[in-house]
């Protein structure tokens, strides 16, 4: 007897033997499988005899996650595999042996394609392809794909074999799943199902067998004595056969695995797209006809998770429709058709654009993941390059070729450039290669940021957003490590030998911060698209929308005017050191473009395209801001609690007063902002900063708000007209951005004619109503304790700082900024009108009068549909900056 | 009737307040839970499990139940809201609110979720967070109209696929 033999025999010895105190002796008994039970009914009965109905035994580390996904056995509700009278039914009309017709082949056929797509669509396997008992039969019979298949064609040599070419897509797919670069439970659900039924077969025996269902569909379409209906059903069945081959090959050849393998998969798998594309557009331009295909009973099998072991519920959920199943389908392959163009991309510029585009698509989660694995795989990234490399491109795409030129010359001739006397220069007399390894080490941690980036592009939006606010921090203190590092750079290289250059090195009018200039692009860019997909998302409400767009200004703004000075430094070539840049003649030539030299013009038309995009967004972040915020005193934009206000008393009504009190706005504020408020840049615009930017605007009608919004949205359509016409050959996508972008600032432009021109009413309301007369209004009609609103800037500091606010005050110069507007005003004057407006708000007269505004805001008869997708159908990336005018009323207060 | 002077709000004590409120959340709520979720809050947490109790014919009913709990959030003190020499933040949570649909446009929800506002707001509590179906714009709005914001969305965080936001109100 073997040990493990001994083991098991003296394990039975033991638990034959088991008894439970108190509780009746039991036996481990053995079924038919060879299955050991033991019935513990008794040990269960004693040992709850003493606990309350009720009461809870739990573990310390119990969570609510288990809690959750507990499950009750035989509750309907959470036990979804549980079999009713009619369940049981209808699963035993159905037999494996059925013969067949082609009609029903095809009703098969549909529906398991609409599985499918509905599975790329995020649905877990169980409630799709599981279904189908076909899918999942546990033996396949023999006569699959044989001679002896003709007994029963429909199954055996066509239902078969799309099956298991589905599979192999399926397993393709899985493939590509299981890299883990998109999340589980929300792009897809692995659950702990077997997939063995994805991979029975290998893709030669696959092709083979629909090569025989080609040849036998092809035959009874020809032939004369078949049923006309089965011979449309036939020629339906011959188009999914050549559109399954052919996304089998597409799949193949484009996975990642395939491509490494072989440099000429990428043409094949392009070619294959090309043609499937092709195929199914006339497939699907071609009527459809609903009662062709042939239902047959207890095929699908909706309860089918009770086979399966699953860590959570899983609830059945309808399937896409025809259409909805092939148009997501033509999506999918219009979507993968990206792999070509990123896999031929030239410049990191280039992918930067070519990523920040296919994020606001929003693809199925298998072309997001595969597009995350082309971008890195085994540490190469686009399948052939070092991230070390890449990074070094990206800095010098951006930050112009000096720094670089001083790198290749610090290895070459490191003694000639340490002839000064600064601690830089004597660290490299000691060990010049220490000093080249700072600066990759320096990449190379710079390389984990940027390679996240690009990954964080492929994830749904609100993991996008929320990864990127995540990820800022480490922006952060990458782009302090940076300016440590361009200041020990400077030094270095000026060739100086007296502290002078120590002193230039933290001196921004002297140092370009090349690393760190890049590292703040990024940040910003990062901060900008935070705030754009919540806007996207839907995650903030109308109220919110001006300090939104306000905030977005400020930090759009922001970097305008570092990509501005990045660009006066590189055309000046300051803090270059003329010298040293002369003496580089020799140029390393390298094979990929990745290692190329990029010259300062390259980079120039670089930083031009970003200071137009930049400056574009900026004018109309601060035209919606504008917009919005007149909308807000016109009352077409309105809090939660300031809709619900009639009808309310005393608790609620107290609770919806209190929400305006600068109190409560503060710390809205603050939590809305907080990822930002963290950062060392750029300085945040605090609570107190922003009611002072708003206060700017309080004398001004809204009819002069919406006539500067107007001008800047003008301004935003010629900073792109002659952004487009700059960009000349140096395309790389960026012009159909730009355009996008100038039918944005179109529509916002017609959208805020329509607005100004509606009524009378709206006119005359326009004209009327100032800031501070709306605020003093707002606040009257709520019975907030502060009815002078114009003080906003001044009470709120002290709460500020109780929220922890960031302290430091805003700068003017930091500020959105509105000095051509014809809201500049003396502040005295500001202040005279203030008074005079917490004057009107006391008494009944005032009172009088804010009901006045109350009831003509309310019969303006228009609202504003803010990041409307339809006001630019021809921009449909950049709905965040638009909106559009409706007819309809905004809902009464 | 008057709306207001019929409604009692009671706090949970024994398992049998528990029973016509599970009844109440099935019909309300798209999401099932098993008796251990309903049993993890109340027996941890049974001051934060809290019905509007209705007498209409004699007959005492459920009209409305909420159900929270509140523990350290095991992210620090990174925002800067809260004060510096703190570890963890206290985290509150609406697990779970309704109201029978007999009795909407009373306020009971309202009533119900200010209540455990206060009470989590005096055990302690720095912010209070939920989820919500992106289309449930009558509970959205409720909670908005309180203050709360919508700081996150979620992807397919229900079994139905649907998206949720994450509500959250600082203290």
């Known amino acids: ?893 | 009737m008057s709306s207001e002077t019929a409604i009692e709000y009671t706090t949970y004590e024994k398992e049998t307040d528990l029973l016509p409120a599970i009844k109440l959340i099935e019909c309300d709520l798209s999401e099932p839970y098993s008796i251990y979720t309903y049993r993890f809050f109340v027996h941890q947490w049974p001051e934060l499990c809290m019905f509007a109790q209705l007498t209409e014919g004699g007959e005492q009913m459920c009209a409305g139940v909420i159900i929270c709990k509140m523990e350290e959030h095991r992210r620090r003190m990174m925002d800067g809201y809260f004060s510096d020499d703190r570890e963890a933040l206290m985290r509150g949570y609406i697990g779970m609110v309704a109201v029978d649909k007999r009795f909407r446009g009373r306020g009971i929800g309202r009533r119900l979720v200010s209540m455990a506002i206060e009470r989590m707001r005096h055990m302690g509590a720095d912010e209070i967070t939920l989820e919500a179906e992106t289309g449930n714009k009558g509970a959205l709005a409720m909670y908005e109209a309180m203050g709360f914001i919508r700081e996150k969305r979620l992807y397919r965080y229900y079994i139905s696929g649907a998206d949720a936001f994450r509500l959250k109100l600082w203290l």
């Open chain 1, 1 to 893: 007897m073997s040990r493990q033999e001994d083991d098991q025999q003296l394990h039975t010895e033991e638990t034959q033997s088991m008894t439970f105190a108190g509780a009746e002796t039991r036996c481990i008994e053995r079924d038919d499988s060879g299955m050991e039970w033991l019935d513990i009914s008794s040990l269960m009965t004693l040992g709850t005899s003493e606990l309350g109905v009720g009461e809870l035994l739990k573990t310390e580390s119990m969570t609510l996650y288990m809690a959750l996904t507990s499950m009750e056995v035989m509750e309907p509700r959470l036990d979804m595999g549980m079999l009713s009278e009619e369940d049981k039914q209808e699963i035993a009309k159905w037999d494996v042996n059925r013969v067949l017709s082609l009609r029903e082949v095809l009703w098969i056929t549909q529906k398991l394609f609409y599985c499918e797509i509905t599975w790329h669509s995020s649905a877990s396997l169980l409630q799709t392809l599981y279904m189908c008992n076909y899918f999942t039969v546990q033996e396949i019979p023999d006569s699959v794909g044989s001679a002896r298949g003709a007994e029963n064609p429909g199954r055996d040599l066509v239902l078969f074999p799309m099956i298991f070419a589905l599979g192999a897509c399926c397993l393709q797919v899985w493939k590509e799943y299981l890299k883990e670069n998109i999340y589980a439970e929300e792009d897809v659900h692995f659950g702990s199902q077997p997939v063995e039924f994805f991979n029975q077969f290998s893709h030669s025996q696959v092709i083979e067998m629909m090569g025989t269902a080609r040849g036998y569909l092809q035959e009874i379409s020809t032939t004369d004595n078949v049923d006309v209906r089965e011979q449309e059903a036939a020629g339906v069945l011959l188009e999914y056969l050549e559109m399954r081959v052919l996304w089998l090959k597409t799949l193949t050849f484009l996975s990642v695995d395939c491509m490494i393998d072989d440099p000429r998969a990428l043409n094949q798998g392009t070619k294959c797209l090309q043609e499937l594309r092709a195929r199914h557009s006339a497939f699907q331009n071609k009527p459809f006809s609903d009662d062709l295909a042939v239902m047959v009973a207890g095929c699908f099998d909706p309860k089918c998770m009770r086979k399966y072991p699953s860590m959570a519920p899983v609830k059945p959920r309808p399937l896409l429709t025809h259409v909805q199943s092939h148009q997501a389908f033509d999506s999918l392959l219009n979507d993968l058709s990206l792999v070509h163009p990123l896999l031929q991309a030239e410049s990191v510029e280039s992918l930067v654009n070519f990523f920040t585009c296919f994020a606001n698509r929003q693809p199925m989660p298998f072309v997001r993941s595969l597009m995350a694995s082309i971008f890195l795989t085994n540490n190469l990234v686009l399948l052939r390059y070092s991230p070390l490399n890449f990074i070094k491109r990206a800095i010098r795409e951006i930050s112009g070729p000096y720094v670089w030129d001083v790198l290749e010359y610090m290895e070459r001739e490191p003694a000639r450039l340490a002839t000064g006397n600064t601690r830089a220069s004597q660290i490299l007399v000691q060990d010049p290669l220490a000093a080249v390894s700072r600066i990759d080490g320096f990449c190379q941690e710079a390389a984990r940021n940027l390679m996240d980036w690009f990954r964080i592009m492929c994830q749904n939006a609100p993991r996008q957003r929320r990864i990127c606010l995540k990820y800022l921090t480490s922006w952060d203190v990458l782009q302090g490590e940076a300016e440590e590092l361009d200041s020990w750079l400077y030094v270095i290289s000026s060739g100086a030998d007296n502290r002078a250059s120590e002193m230039e090195a933290v001196n921004p009018a002297f140092n370009p911060f090349w690393f760190s200039s890049w590292a703040y692009h990024m940040k910003l860019m990062m901060m900008e698209n935070a705030l754009q997909i919540g806007v996207r998302l839907d995650l903030y409400l109308d109220y919110e929308l001006p300090m939104i767009y306000g905030y977005g200004a400020q930090i759009l703004q922001s970097h305008f005017d570092h990509l501005r000075r990045m660009e006066t430094m590189l055309a000046g070539k300051t803090g270059q050191n003329k010298q040293l840049v002369r003496e580089q003649s020799r140029r390393v030539e390298h094979k990929w473009w990745v290692g190329q030299h990029v010259d300062e013009s390259t980079c120039l038309r670089h930083l031009s395209r970003w200071l137009v995009y930049v400056e574009a967004q900026c004018h109309l972040a601060t035209a919606l801001w504008l917009v919005s915020h007149a909308c807000e005193r016109l009352r077409l934009v309105r809090a939660p609690w300031a809709r619900r206000l009639q009808g309310l008393s005393g608790d609620a009504l107290d609770t919806c007063r209190q929400q305006e009190t600068n109190e409560n706005q503060a710390v809205r504020y603050a939590l809305r902002f907080r990822t930002f408020s963290r950062l060392n840049s750029p300085t945040p615009l605090t609570f107190g900063g922003w009611m002072t930017t708003v206060g700017q605007l309080d004398e001004s009608s809204a009819s002069e708000l919406f006539a500067h919004a107007s001008r800047t949205l003008g301004k935003a359509r010629m900073v792109l007209d002659d952004g487009c016409n700059m960009l000349g050959n140096m395309d790389d996508g960026w012009r159909s951005k730009m355009q996008e972008l100038r039918y944005v600032a179109v529509a916002n432009s017609v959208a805020l004619a329509k607005l100004q021109n509606l009524s009378e009413v709206m006119q005359n309301q326009a004209l009327q109503v100032s800031g501070s007369l709306a605020l003093a209004h707002r606040q009257i009609l709520l019975g907030a304790a502060q009815p002078n609103a114009g003080e906003g800037s001044q009470s709120t500091s002290a709460s500020e700082k109780e929220a922890g606010g960031c302290g430091s005050a805003m700068t003017a110069a930091a500020q959105p900024s509105f000095a051509s507007a014809s809201v500049s005003k003396s502040k005295a004057k500001r202040e005279k009108k203030k008074r005079r407006a917490a004057k009107q708000g006391q008494g009944q007269g005032a009172l009088s009068k804010a009901s006045e505004w109350l009831v003509a805001t309310d019969n303006l008869g228009v609202s504003v549909v803010w990041s409307c997708c339809d006001a630019s159908p021809q921009a449909s990336n950049w709905h965040q900056f638009s909106f559009v005018i409706s007819d309809k009323p905004a809902s009464s207060n």
